[in-house]
């Protein structure tokens, strides 16, 4: 420690050497730099900005700035080592945070995917047909980037040409128009290819919801041979938040993001808005969401509690065995024996569910009480692939844990006359856990959300009967927040989801925030300066 | 006494085969399957009567699905991905463990905590922010290896600066004084005194972060959706999907083909790895 008050010097003084010590080529490359990555992020900020990634958006931003600051500023200097790492964390771990707590508040999912201006226009585009509306004719023609353009004729006989610009004239304008066949319809029109007759129903997907001629209203093809005039259904009243039916005047309010009238009529697409702590009283009051979850809840304890102890247990027992000085074969054992730990989990856990495929795997054929089928057969299954993953890394630290442990206790205790089984409860047991205690706890917060294994072996099945959501007996927490999310074939819960994420989070701090306190890692900072 | 001990070894050295048989029995039956030209899990040989490398040409040539493909993405997002990190938490661990400044002790805490929460937690978020960005920079969104990549580094710093800085506090601080009182800038004694003497760390760092994203599973399977940017966590497990009876034989070939690269790390970093997580275990 002799050497403290010259690195205290250096920090707070900056020697001359380091800080004027920057050449002037130097400081007009930072200079330059700086200004590129600015530039760079006001362009993607702007641009994040409008297609509705605002909160990112500022999150960059600050970032940047920060960056700035800490490479402008010579007192910041030691700031710019961490600052990239830092930039990172930020923007993708401790933004998504946030974020995630942010989205648990709000309906953010399937049907609440798009901004309110989005929706309201998704809304405002749909139409009706007024009674008495006026009915057309129509032949197709494409242009060279395949855009569709019609030929209309009405009930009088008079005749229009409307592109898919938006563009509607009565034909006479329209230059460019050859020769009529028989039904009145232009052969060729300049720049167009006419779409022959037989092909007519082919197009009607491509023509169907676009509307044709004026922004109000306007013409929609409805069938082959007919296209009708028709106008815009709703329309957003700005003022009271409502949207309103044009061909009825019901009243849609704008019920947590969605059009609702007063009958319980719904209009889709919804917008996400916050919905307070809706999502979290779903999971404690809704039978039918909180019958799976308390499952899942608990079995995600049973899990990450049995997934240390049998992996605890066996490593332990293994390095015990082991543990004799004059092993002979010692470092190749030790080598084979790890294999397990060494392979892409991802790999074996498929290995493990071929080897217990009931009809074709080499255990399944033989002993299968239903590995897959049988709500508590898949629970050991997918314990005991676990297992078989998991001895190898409890070998490993407990042969370490245990060279830790001094000879001369086992001498003191021998001549005590305490026998074997004596000396491991009351000498290696405890000394043990002093020291990979904070590593098991560890190894429960890593299980609790150990999503591989799960979702690799089962995934998550077999399903709980009668779930409203997607849900299986194996699911962890995590595993279960992933279907609701993403994978659940009944669509997409972000804001269910992310409620239970909250729910994980505040779990594994605890675990975590307890192990660190064990083993006294925060106050280490404090000691270490 | 001797005979005793002898026997004290044998009981042990029983146990330890048992072990070996546990810890290998799946793998040997990979190996079979792998080299057995007929598609079928439950062979009672366990060497084939007509060994074949069929199955390992299958996977490789394929057109029909992208096994290389998925095997070059996962050694592409593993190795920028720790090169990153390695250097991202290098520089960070010099500044905490080289400089005294204000904040720092805040700073070193918060990058802790930050870990507490882990980031797939944040899947959903995550997910939602790669489509934002994605919409500006295609390159970097949901789909692609860099957004995967991006993804991982979030968690780049924490652990690794730990780990780091414990390792860099041992280089004795002579040295870079020395270094600095012959002129040395801050970045030239980062990368010529201390980054020689903090390689095996590095190395460390390196290759633990390599194995740990090469096997990820549930971070890839949310961002990436399509066949050719899979990685092989996502690739393999969709290949093999129910399809036991017909792809079990060559699956076996992908698999023991897609655990070669850590398989080589591991052994490479055993005896690192050992003392690393016993010198961690009994801190405290």
Known sequence: MANVSTTENQGRMPSPLSSLGDSLPKILIRFGLLMLLDALTISFVWQLWFSGGAGFAITVTLVVIAINVVFLRTDAMPLRWIMPGLAFMIMMHIYPVIFTVFTAFTNYGDGHLVEKPVAIQQIESRTYVPEGAPTYGWTAYRDADGNIALWLVDEEGDTYFADSEGNYAPAEEVPGIGELDANGAPLSIEGYTRVPANQKLVTLPELQGHTYGPADGGVQVTGINTATQTEQKYEYDAENDTMVDQETGLIYYNVEGTFTAEDGDQLRPGFPVTIGAENFTRIATNPAIRGPFSTIFIWTFIWAFFSVFLTFALGLFYSLVMNKPDMPFQRAIRVLMIVPYALPPFISVLIWRGLLNPVLGVIGTQWNPGWFTDPFWAKVGVLGVNLWLGYAYMFLITTGALQGISRDIYEAAKVDGASGIYQFRKITLPLLLVAVGPLLIGSFAFNFNNFTIIDLYNSGGPPIAGAATPAGHTDILISYTYRLAFAGGRGADYGLAAAISIIIFVIVAIITLFNFRYTGMLEEVSENV | ?284
């Open chain 2, 1 to 284: 006494m001797r005979n005793r001990d002898r026997l004290d070894t044998a009981w042990r050295l029983a146990v330890a085969l048992l072990a070996i048989a546990f810890a290998l029995f799946p793998v040997v039956f990979i190996f079979s399957a792998a080299i057995n030209p007929v598609s079928s899990l439950n062979t009672t040989q366990i060497i084939p009567e007509n060994p074949t490398l069929d199955n390992f040409r299958y996977m490789l040539d394929n057109p029909q699905h992208s096994f290389g493909r998925w095997m070059m993405n996962s050694l592409i997002v593993s190795t920028i991905t720790a090169v990153l990190v390695v250097v991202l938490s290098a520089f960070a661990a010099y500044a905490f463990s080289r400089f005294r400044f204000r904040g720092r002790q805040g700073l070193l805490k918060t990058i802790l905590l930050a870990q507490v929460f882990p980031n797939v937690l944040a899947m959903i978020a995550l997910y939602l922010i790669l489509q934002q960005i994605g919409r500006v920079i295609p390159l970097l969104g949901l789909n692609t290896l860099g957004g995967l990549i991006l993804v991982y580094l979030g968690g780049a710093m924490g652990f690794n600066t730990w780990l780091m800085k414990g390792f860099f506090d041992t280089v004795p601080r002579e040295l870079d004084e020395s270094a600095q009182i012959d002129g040395a800038s801050h970045f030239q004694t980062f990368y010529q005194i201390i980054f020689p003497l903090v390689r095996p760390i590095l190395t460390v760092v390196f290759i633990l972060t390599f194995i740990s994203t090469y096997g990820d599973y549930l971070l890839a399977r949310v961002m990436l959706s399509d066949n050719k940017t899979y990685t092989l966590a996502v690739g393999l497990s969709l290949f093999i999907g129910d399809q036991y009876g017909q792809r079990w034989n060559q699956f076996a070939a992908g698999a023991l083909i897609g655990a070669i690269p850590t398989l080589i790390l591991f052994y490479l970093v055993q005896n690192q790895l050992q003392s690393g997580l016993t010198v961690g275990a009994v801190k405290g």
